[in-house]
């Protein structure tokens, strides 16, 4: 499957944005992720969704703020993020692994299919 994230963009400290993660094929087949990265620094989970959305899990810098939806007839996942922060400034990749369960999962090592990520940028 082919992963494109968007909806990245500038934004200012407690603003809010909408990235979305839109898959090539049935969507409803993979558990999906969210994962950022600044330079230099490892790859951190964000949040995933189970297959038919009934399990999310979130990262702890970002539960609260952030909901995680999917929408499986658009094939898209969805990341609202609320009162953003400039820690939050990152480039933003969503992930897919296929899986026969309701699991989730938060290590960026269990998924096989990556997107291009889109950047956020949050301004104090």
């Known amino acids: 499957v082919q992963l494109q994230a968007s909806g990245g963009g500038l934004v200012q400290s407690g603003g809010s944005l909408r990235l979305s993660c839109t898959a090539s094929?049935?969507?409803?087949?993979?558990?999906i992720g969210w994962f950022r990265q600044t330079p230099g620094n490892e790859r951190e989970f964000v949040a995933t969704?189970?297959?038919?959305?009934?399990?999310?899990d979130y990262g702890a810098s970002v539960k609260g703020r952030f909901t995680i939806s999917r929408d499986n007839a658009e094939n898209t996942v969805y990341l609202q993020m609320n009162s953003l922060r400039p820690d939050d400034t990152a480039v933003y990749y969503c992930?897919?692994?296929?899986?026969?369960?309701?699991?989730?999962?938060?290590?960026?090592?269990?998924?096989?299919?990556w997107g291009q990520g889109t950047q956020v940028t949050v301004s104090s």
């Open positions: 094929s049935r969507a409803s087949d993979y558990v």
């Open positions: 969704i189970s297959r038919a959305g009934r399990r999310k």
């Open positions: 992930a897919a692994r296929s899986s026969v369960t309701g699991a989730t999962y938060s290590n960026r090592y269990e998924y096989n299919n």
